[in-house]
């Protein structure tokens, strides 16, 4: 699943995705991929810094690219949905998962 840019029906649709599937508030898993590029990943940990995130990063097997997992506890979809607007605004070529 990867995220379209500003979809709100994407959204729309995810929020009742997390109302139905977690009791809030709830540890969420964000997972994104990026090109390996040290700038682009420092982007994406500092949106969740000082939040009490767990990030983990794994390039794939050539290098090209680097996964992400980012870990924590979120008070509700709307915070989950907000942190997603915000990486797609602010870390130019991300993919979500």
Do not use: C
């Not at 649709?13 to 977690?22: C, I, R, V, W």
């Not at 991929?33 to 009490?52: P, R, Y």
């Amino acid at each position: 699943m990867s995220t379209p840019p500003n979809s709100e029906e994407f959204y729309k649709k995810l929020k009742g995705q997390l109302h139905e599937t977690a009791s809030w508030p709830a540890e969420y898993l964000y997972k994104f991929i990026v090109k390996t590029n040290n700038k682009k990943i420092a982007q994406l940990e500092a949106i969740f810094d000082n939040m009490g995130a767990v990030i983990n990063t794994t390039e794939s097997k050539k290098g090209k690219y680097t996964s992400v997992s980012i870990n924590l506890l979120m008070r509700n979809p709307d915070a989950v949905i907000e942190k997603y607007k915000e990486v797609a605004e602010k870390v130019e070529g991300v993919i979500s998962l």
